[in-house]
């Protein structure tokens, strides 16, 4: 009964992470965090290239518990959301405020630890809200749309290229890859190739293997340096996190400026209450799920 309920949650859990990692805005890093399974997360990417060979196989079996459960919702995803994220965006930005907002003094309470006594490390929130704040306008500004059609060499070193920055943001709690691959222009394309995919269009397949290629690069090459950080710099990570969460409320409030038809940005009229609470209650929910499920297992 054990097993079959720690395979669920994984599944349950790498299901959450991408339906956060595919829109705009919003980590899948942040739910990681939030489930309280960050640092095994980040440990097990790491252990999977650089670990011993226990290491290794003990990290490939949890990376495929999450990472079924997270090709699941990121189909769910390119299928839906990104429909939803066209024709209902003001609904969804209200939504994901309501994530993000319930979200913010949940991982204070898990890192207290890291928060109490070190209010030196307030710049750090500074520096993560300036971040996600730049990106988002260096989106607005370049207003990128990437032509897969007449793809070239020179489109497949970019793709790749934007491939590995934007995993990294996409491990990261608080700053959104798929924002970042908006500022490369590469979130309607890739998200448009994935959904073709799906529908046994194998014409994308050489565009999304080079994206592939770029993901895992980025993974062998700065999730290192993320575990160093968090073992070494634990405070100084948690308050850049909320910083970059806070940023990201910003991110989500000029979402609608990113469409293929840009449409304003959020505004107290379009802005939802009702979809704000459901975002608050679905985080308070899976706090309640993380909650019985570390006391089961105690």
Known sequence: MKIVKEYIMNFFNGFCMALADSVPGVSGGTIAFLLGFYDKFIDSLDDLFR???EDKKKALIFLIKIGIGW????????????NLFSTKIYLMSSLFIGFIIAAIPLIIKQEIDSFKGHLKNLIFTLIGIILVVTITLLNGNTNLNIN??????????????????????????????????LVFGLYIPIMGAIKSLLTLDFSVLPVLIVFGFGVLFGIIFFVKLIRYLLTNYRSA??????????????????????????????????????????????IGALEIIRVKLNKADV
């Not at 897969?148 to 709690?173: Q, W």
């Not at 991110?251 to 459901?278: H, N, Q, R, Y």
């Open 51 to 53: 670990g011993k060979l």
């Open 148 to 181: 897969l059609g007449d793809a070239n060499l020179f489109t497949y070193i970019y793709i790749f290229f934007a491939a590995s920055v934007a995993i990294t943001a996409m491990v990261l709690p608080g700053i959104s890859g798929s924002t970042l691959l």
């Open 237 to 282: 990570v948690c308050y850049t996190i909320i910083g970059m969460m806070l940023g990201s409320l910003y991110s989500i409030v000029m979402g609608p400026t990113t469409l293929d038809e840009p449409l304003k940005m959020l505004t107290f009229e379009t802005f939802d209450i009702l979809f704000f609470a459901i975002g608050i209650i679905i």
């Open 71 to 82: 090709v699941a919702g990121f189909a769910a995803s390119a299928t839906i959301l990104s």
